[in-house]
């Protein structure tokens, strides 16, 4: 599951995942439309934007986490942040690593595999 709420970014991440990388992705617009979303579609990783208007990822995730079946479900965030110390503290547990942006859409599927796979070792 992807939650960016940039429409631009939203695009690039479903062409990267979907016709690139052959995921079977479920997009949202918004933490909301992830809340709402996420039983039907029952996400095997959270990949989430940061900074978003209302719900950030964060708060996202916990909300998220907080449905059955998804405390365990592991999550990568992206940002436009760049410092350390910033992308540190989003390092909480269960958050498999980082991103920044901008990402290349190429190579991004892979990276989550990878990701994911070690998440399930």
Do not use: H, N
């Not at 039907?40 to 990783?45: C, N």
């Not at 980082?98 to 991004?108: A, G, I, N, R």
């Amino acid at each position: 599951m992807a939650v960016e709420d940039d429409e631009s970014i939203l695009a690039i991440l479903e062409f990267s995942l979907q016709s690139v990388g052959g995921l079977d992705i479920c997009l949202c617009a918004s933490g909301r439309e992830a809340l709402a979303r996420a039983e039907e579609f029952d996400p095997q990783l959270f990949l989430l934007d940061v900074m978003m208007p209302e719900m950030d990822g964060p708060t996202t995730l916990a909300a998220l986490r907080q449905r059955d079946g998804m405390s365990e479900v592991p999550a990568v965030y992206l940002t436009a942040r760049v410092l350390p110390a910033e992308q540190a503290s989003l390092r909480t547990p269960g958050v498999l690593e980082v991103l920044s942006k901008p990402f290349d859409p190429v190579k991004l599927p892979e990276q989550l595999r990878a990701l994911w796979r070690r998440a399930q070792d």
